[in-house]
């Protein structure tokens, strides 16, 4: 168990519609980050916040966005969604200002399903 | 932009045996780090072993360790007395220090499928 709490495990869902996916980092952890995973993409980082602000972004489509909240969980919007948004979707977890040493902990990923 | 190469999209050893997944990686940072990550059929990310750049000794974590030539930019991961367990994707990662403090990506090969023959 990395720690790391992402919910839901699943997602079905229609073209169009809008989810959140949810992430609670492991006690301490103040970085979070998401990244998305899929058979022709392999696994892409998407965005970084730490301690509620966005550090960093990486290939997040406009359609999704992100924010982390006071008590340091996040959620992940993706909205007008597509076929090709079909993938598992990962939240990992670091202390984040500790250096770059401290390796990322990943949640267990939810899988989004577009039908 | 940095990039990793696996170039065994998949790989079989024997049960007991050790084996070796192949990691090459291109950046012009002076610091950087590597990590490994095994990932099951269920689908979880599982942190292994990680070497920074200016560590002079291999790093080690059980039945893992990690063969890093720098000059080669090379970091191997060396799977000892192979379990049935043990099949599974592995992934290997380099960390990417982004602008601001506190800004670390990591970017990802694309896998080397493991399966371990009893």
């Known amino acids: 168990d990395s720690g790391v709490t992402q919910t839901p495990k699943h997602l079905i869902t229609a073209t169009g519609q809008r989810v959140t996916l949810r992430c609670s980092p492991r006690s301490g952890d103040l970085s979070v980050y998401w990244y998305q995973q899929s058979l022709d993409q392999g696994l892409q980082f998407l965005i970084q916040y730490y301690n509620g602000e966005e550090r960093a972004k990486g290939n997040i489509l406009e359609r999704f966005s992100a924010q982390q909240f006071p008590d340091l969980h996040s959620e992940l919007n993706l909205s007008s969604l597509e076929l090709g948004d079909s993938a598992l979707y990962f939240c990992?977890?670091?202390?984040?200002?500790?250096?770059?040493?401290?390796?990322?902990?990943f949640g267990d990923g939810t899988r989004l399903s577009i039908l | 932009a940095q990039k990793i190469t696996q170039t065994q999209p998949g790989m079989f050893v024997q049960e007991k045996e050790a084996v070796t997944l192949d990691c090459t990686y291109d950046?012009?940072?002076?610091?950087?780090?590597l990590f490994w990550y095994k990932q099951p059929s269920s689908g979880e990310m599982i942190f292994l072993i990680y070497q920074g750049s200016y560590d002079e000794q291999n790093a080690t974590e059980g039945r893992y360790s990690l063969n890093f030539q720098k000059a080669r930019k090379s970091a191997n991961l060396v799977i000892s007395a192979s379990q049935l367990g043990d099949s599974a994707m592995y992934f290997c990662a380099m960390r990417e220090v982004l602008s601001g403090a506190g800004s670390y990506q990591l970017t990802f090969g694309k896998g080397t499928k493991l399966s371990v023959i009893p």
């Open positions: 990992a977890s670091s202390v984040g200002s500790q250096g770059p040493n401290q390796p990322q902990h």
């Open positions: 950046t012009s940072d002076q610091s950087y780090g």
